[in-house]
């Protein structure tokens, strides 16, 4: 079975694809990238191409035109040169900035926004020659060859149909001006780079899926990978219910040496008990020395009835108490007649005086 050889058989848990996430371990395809910012680049460039010409044009009938080309001194240089560098930066402006915004676009289109500095981290087993010649000769570096033939072809191919097609019309350039001409020729190429760019981009994407898939193999765990993960963190359940075994033993050893302290034990009658106590040469209020629901509640019941501490039914105070007072701590001053009452009653079956 795959699991006994070790094998991922079992999708990565959030935690798994975090960390690998952190570590630059993330699905991605170079070609794809390459492909978007080609086409990109090529349709920014179709569509700021001509109005920065434009400005150029002007910028240059502007530097060059009137008395321009008079001399001028070295100090006035840095002012006449500075506009026309201003004009042209902000002519060629929409293109650069739109082949910034591409390559951002590529990258967050596969990685998301990201930033480490793990791959950068050096490892000696990069250093490894066995690896780096399996890298280059093993089945991935055939893999990548022959898609970079195909790649080839493939451009080859979009790249003869066109010129084959078009062939009468590059025979007929001669006859057309100079601006005519090259703006056939800069039709040509934006046709035979749309063609490319978006034949390279359905590579592309086929490539980024197979990336996809084989980086979500890798990312799987084996059974017993997530159960180790499982205990980290969630904790051992052994271990966890040894834990509460604990507390239930404490718990109850407080309540072996606290309950018989009681003067009274204030029931729900069965949900709730709250065992109070009343010293009126050490305390000022009455103190609750134990309490606890359900469980609890029957403990300390039983240990009350074995050391013959009155138990009293009064509901709302049990609940009030066991919701607003702490254990060790007086009575809230709220309740102070109510508890007093009790103590009363109480006293007067024991024959005790009442403080």
Not at 7 to 19: N, S, V
Request: some cysteine; hydrophobic content about 50%; aromatic content about 4%.
């Amino acid at each position: 079975m795959a699991e006994d050889l070790g094998e991922g058989t079992e999708d990565a848990t959030p935690k798994r694809r975090r960390e690998a996430r952190e570590e630059g371990n993330i699905a991605r395809s170079q070609d794809a990238s390459s492909a978007i910012l080609l086409l990109g680049a090529v349709l920014v460039l179709a569509a700021t191409v001509k109005p920065m010409i434009l400005a150029l044009a002007a910028m240059l009938e502007n530097a060059l035109g009137g008395d321009a080309m008079r001399a001028v001194r070295a100090e006035d240089a840095v002012e006449g040169v500075m506009p026309t560098l201003a004009e042209g930066a902000l002519a060629a402006a929409p293109m650069v900035l739109g082949a910034l915004a591409l390559a951002v676009l590529a990258h967050l289109w596969q990685v998301g926004f990201l930033i480490t500095t793990k791959p950068l981290e050096p490892k000696l087993e990069r250093l490894d020659p066995t690896k780096g010649f399996g890298r280059i000769f093993g089945a991935r570096g055939a893999i990548k060859t022959a898609m970079d033939c195909f790649k080839v072809v493939v451009v080859g191919w979009i790249a003869w149909n066109l010129l084959s097609s078009v062939l009468p019309e590059i025979v007929g350039l001669p006859a057309l001006g100079a601006l005519a001409g090259f703006a056939k020729i800069g039709s040509l190429g934006l046709t035979l780079a749309l063609q490319v760019g978006a034949a390279l981009l359905v590579l592309g994407v086929a490539d980024y899926a197979v990336q996809r898939f084989k980086h979500e193999r890798e990312l799987r765990m084996t059974k017993q990978q997530v159960k180790d993960e499982w205990k980290e963190s969630e904790g051992d359940p052994k271990i966890k219910q040894r834990r509460m075994q604990i507390a239930r033993q404490i718990a109850m050893q407080r309540l072996q040496t606290a309950v018989p302290k009681a003067d009274v034990i204030v029931t729900n009658p069965e949900h709730i008990s709250v065992a109070i106590q009343y010293d009126a040469d050490t305390m000022q209020a009455p103190r609750i020395v134990a309490m606890g629901a359900d469980h609890l509640a029957f403990r300390i019941r039983q240990i009350a009835m074995r050391h013959s501490i009155p138990i009293v039914e009064r509901k709302p105070l049990a609940r009030a108490l066991y919701a607003n007072a702490k254990v060790g701590q007086e009575i809230p001053p709220d309740h102070y007649k109510a508890v007093a009452e009790i103590l009363a009653y109480v006293y007067r079956l024991k024959g005790k005086a009442v403080a």
